[in-house]
C-alpha cells in the first residue's frame, strides 16, 4: 500500500497524518489554545485560519453554522471574514453551553451534536438560506461527529462544505479519549458511504499534506444519495 494511505474500517483512505512534527505539534498546540480574536477567545489553529478564508471566499456560504461555540471567537471571526469578503452570511453558533456574548450577526444558539435536529427543528434552521457551510467544533467524541456527519449529508446540498475539526487529535495522542474522535468518525462514515463527500484535498493541503488541525476533514457533499440503514 502507498505510504500515504491506511487502512481503516475496509476502506483505503488517505492517511490522517498531519503535517505536524512531534516536536512542533505541543507549542502549535498551545498557541492555538491560548490564541484570542479581538480579545475573545478562539481555538482555531492559523494555518486553518487562511484555509478558512479561502474557503468563505470559493464557497460564498450565505449561511455558517458552527457546532461548538465555546467563547464565541471563532463564530465572531467567521463573521468578520465573511463581511471582509462582502459575503452576507448568517452565522448560526450550537452548543450545548451558550457563551454570554451578543454579536451582531450571530445567533448562538443551546444544542447537543447528537441531535442535532431537535435544534434545527426548533429554530426553523432548514429555511435558513443556501449555501451553507457547516464548522463542526464541538464534542470531538467518534459519536459525536458521527452524529453531524449522518445530519448534514442528509439536510447539505451538492456543493456545500463541512469541515470536521481537530482531527489532529490523533497526532496529539488524545483520539483514545474521544474514541477515535473525528478521524475514526471520518473513516467509518467513508466506509459506509461510500461518495457522499469528497475529501477538499485543495483545503486539506494548501500549505503542505494535511498542513491543517483537520486532517481529510474538509468535505463536501457530493450529488450521491445518501441512504443510511433502515430508509
Ligand atoms: C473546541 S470547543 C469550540 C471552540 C470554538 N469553535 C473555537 O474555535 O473557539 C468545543 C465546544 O463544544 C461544546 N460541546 C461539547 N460537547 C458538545 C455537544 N455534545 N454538543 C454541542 N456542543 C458541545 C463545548 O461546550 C465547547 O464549547
Known amino acids: 500500500m502507498d505510504r500515504g494511505l491506511v487502512q481503516k474500517d475496509a476502506l483505503v483512505i488517505r492517511s490522517f497524518k498531519t503535517f505536524f512534527s512531534p516536536d512542533q505539534i505541543e507549542a502549535y498546540q498551545r498557541g492555538v489554545m491560548n490564541y484570542r480574536y479581538r480579545g475573545v477567545l478562539c481555538n482555531k489553529s492559523p494555518l486553518d485560519l487562511a484555509i478558512y478564508l479561502r474557503l468563505l471566499e470559493d464557497v460564498k456560504p450565505a449561511t455558517i453554522f458552527e457546532i461548538g461555540s465555546k467563547a464565541g471567537g471563532s463564530a465572531l471571526l467567521f463573521r468578520d471574514f465573511a463581511r471582509t469578503l462582502g459575503l452576507d452570511a448568517a452565522v448560526v453558533s450550537i452548543d450545548v453551553a451558550v ?6 450577526g450571530v445567533r448562538f444558539l443551546e444544542g447537543d451534536v447528537r441531535d442535532l435536529k431537535a435544534t434545527f427543528d426548533a429554530h426553523r434552521l432548514d429555511q435558513l438560506p443556501h449555501p451553507w457551510l457547516v464548522v463542526e467544533d464541538s464534542a470531538h467524541t467518534a459519536e459525536g461527529c458521527s452524529a453531524a456527519l449522518a445530519l448534514f449529508a442528509r439536510v447539505l446540498s451538492p456543493g456545500e462544505w463541512l469541515v470536521m475539526e481537530d482531527g489532529v487529535l490523533e497526532d496529539l495522542g488524545l483520539s483514545a479519549q474521544y474514541a477515535g474522535g473525528p478521524n475514526a468518525a471520518i ?11 469528497e475529501i477538499g484535498t ?14 481529510n476533514g474538509y468535505l463536501m457533499r457530493t450529488a450521491a444519495a445518501f441512504l443510511p440503514p433502515g430508509t
Open 187 to 197: 473513516a467509518q462514515f467513508f466506509a459506509a458511504h461510500p461518495g457522499v463527500f
Open 99 to 104: 457563551p454570554q456574548l451578543s454579536i451582531d
Open 202 to 215: 485543495q483545503y486539506c493541503d494548501m500549505f503542505g499534506m494535511q498542513a491543517t488541525y483537520n486532517p
